[in-house]
C-alpha cells in the first residue's frame, strides 16, 4: 500500500540510519520482492483442486501465480515429467506492499495462538515463514475453501545481516517474538480518520 512505502522513505530509513550508522543512504537495506509459494503435490489428484488454490493464491496475493512443473520423472515418489507440482507469485512495487501491510495488520490476528514469528533469517538477508493453511486471510470465502493448504512466504531484501533483515521487517509491521510490535500507518490513519468523523446525531420521533 502506497501509505506503507512512503512509512519507510519517512520513518523506516532514518531509523536504520540512526541503529545501524551507514555512511552511504544507498546501503540502508530495502524490501525488494515477496514470494509466496504453495505445494500442490496431493491435489493434482483432482484437476478442480488445482484450480481452486490458483483462484485462492490469485485473491490473497492480487496476481496471477505461475504453475511449477516437475523437470523430471521419479517413480518412487509417483511423479511424472511436467506435472504441476506447485504455484508460485511475486510481488514487487505496490503489490509487495499492499500485500505486507495486509498480512500484517489483518490476516496475522487471524492466525490461532499466535505469538509472533520467529526471529531468524537465512544469513543472507532473506526471511521466510512458513503458514499451515489459507483461512487466516480475509479475502478468501471459507465456505468455499474444500481442504486446507500451507504455503511458504519468503521476504526478499537487499540487507547483508540478519539481524538488518529482522529491523528492517519489523519497522515495516511484521510481528516477531520477543520483539516490540511497530504499528503501522495503516492503522494508525484508520483510527485518525475515525477520530476525525463527526458523530451524527440521532433525532427521536416527536410524538403528538
Known amino acids: 500500500m502506497d501509505t506503507l512505502k512512503k512509512?519507510?522513505?519517512?520513518?523506516?530509513?532514518?531509523?536504520?540510519?540512526?541503529?545501524?550508522?551507514?555512511?552511504?543512504?544507498?546501503?540502508?537495506?530495502?524490501?525488494?520482492?515477496?514470494?509466496?509459494?504453495?505445494?500442490?503435490?496431493?491435489?493434482?489428484?483432482?484437476?478442480?483442486?488445482?484450480?481452486?488454490?490458483?483462484?485462492?493464491?490469485?485473491?490473497?496475493?492480487?496476481?496471477?501465480?505461475?504453475?511449477?512443473?516437475?523437470?523430471?520423472?521419479?517413480?518412487?515418489?509417483?511423479?511424472?515429467?511436467?506435472?504441476?507440482?506447485?504455484?508460485?507469485?511475486?510481488?514487487?512495487?505496490?503489490?509487495?506492499?499492499?500485500?505486507?501491510?495486509?498480512?500484517?495488520?489483518?490476516?496475522?490476528?487471524?492466525?490461532?495462538?499466535?505469538?509472533?514469528?520467529?526471529?531468524?533469517?537465512?544469513?543472507?538477508?532473506n526471511y521466510s515463514l512458513g503458514l499451515e493453511d489459507q483461512q487466516m486471510f480475509p479475502e478468501l470465502n471459507l465456505d468455499a475453501i474444500k481442504r486446507p493448504q500451507g504455503m511458504n512466504i519468503t521476504f526478499v531484501t537487499s540487507a547483508l545481516t540478519d539481524a538488518e533483515c529482522i529491523e528492517l521487517l519489523r519497522l515495516l509491521g511484521l510481528p516477531f517474538k520477543d520483539t516490540p510490535v511497530v504499528i503501522t500507518s495503516m492503522v494508525k490513519a484508520t483510527e485518525q480518520a475515525v477520530k476525525k468523523e463527526p458523530k451524527k446525531e440521532v433525532q427521536g420521533k416527536k410524538h403528538v
Do not use: W
Not at 509417483?78 to 490476516?107: H, S, Y
Open 7 to 125: 512509512r519507510y522513505s519517512r520513518n523506516v530509513k532514518p531509523e536504520l540510519q540512526a541503529k545501524f550508522n551507514y555512511t552511504n543512504p544507498m546501503m540502508i537495506p530495502a524490501l525488494k520482492k515477496v514470494v509466496i509459494s504453495m505445494g500442490i503435490a496431493e491435489a493434482t489428484k483432482d484437476k478442480n483442486s488445482v484450480q481452486d488454490h490458483i483462484n485462492e493464491l490469485t485473491l490473497l496475493s492480487g496476481q496471477k501465480p505461475i504453475v511449477t512443473k516437475a523437470k523430471k520423472a521419479i517413480s518412487n515418489f509417483k511423479l511424472r515429467e511436467d506435472q504441476p507440482i506447485g504455484l508460485k507469485v511475486t510481488l514487487r512495487g505496490n503489490r509487495m506492499f499492499d500485500f505486507l501491510d495486509r498480512f500484517c495488520n489483518i490476516a496475522c490476528p487471524r492466525i490461532r495462538d499466535f505469538r509472533g514469528f520467529s526471529p531468524k533469517s537465512d544469513g543472507r538477508g
